[in-house]
Nanobody, 127 residues
Framework: QVQLEESGGRLVQAGGSLRLSCEAS????????MAWFRQAPGKEREFVAQ????????YYTDSIKGRFTISRDNAKNTLHLQMNSLKLEDTAVYYC????????????????????WGQGTQVTVSS
């Protein structure tokens, strides 16, 4: 089992940037495939980005492609989400998630496909 804890969320003006982090503990971090999800007020949790164990397979949802970058540092057991050119629609609670099984080049975009979750960190974008 792995435990996940997000950090870095805060209030930011539209057009600004934030860097979210997810610290992992428990089993070896490099054994897990990771992802970021987000949940806006009144909406269901939705997929944002995924990254494979070694970082060689990355996939983004269309709404953030070109603005957000997912990365991981296996030596520090940490997952990151660099968020640039933030928009009002990016306001949400952001969650990191982990799964233990990965099929090459498959896109895991459903919350049901992940085994472990953090508690989330709030990102609020203002005008």
């Amino acid at each position: 089992q792995v435990q996940l804890e997000e950090s870095g969320g805060r209030l930011v003006q539209a057009g600004g940037s934030l860097r979210l982090s997810c610290e992992a503990s428990g089993r070896t971090f490099s054994d897990y495939h990771m992802a970021w999800f987000r949940q806006a007020p009144g909406k269901e949790r939705e997929f944002v980005a995924q990254i494979s164990k070694s970082g060689d397979n990355i996939y983004y949802t269309d709404s953030i492609k070109g603005r957000f970058t997912i990365s991981r540092d296996n030596a520090k057991n940490t997952l990151h989400l660099q968020m640039n050119s933030l928009k009002l629609e990016d306001t949400a609670v952001y969650y990191c998630a982990a799964r233990t099984y990965w099929t090459g080049n498959h896109r895991y975009t459903s919350i049901r496909e992940y085994d472990y979750w953090g508690q989330g960190t709030q990102v609020t974008v203002s005008s």
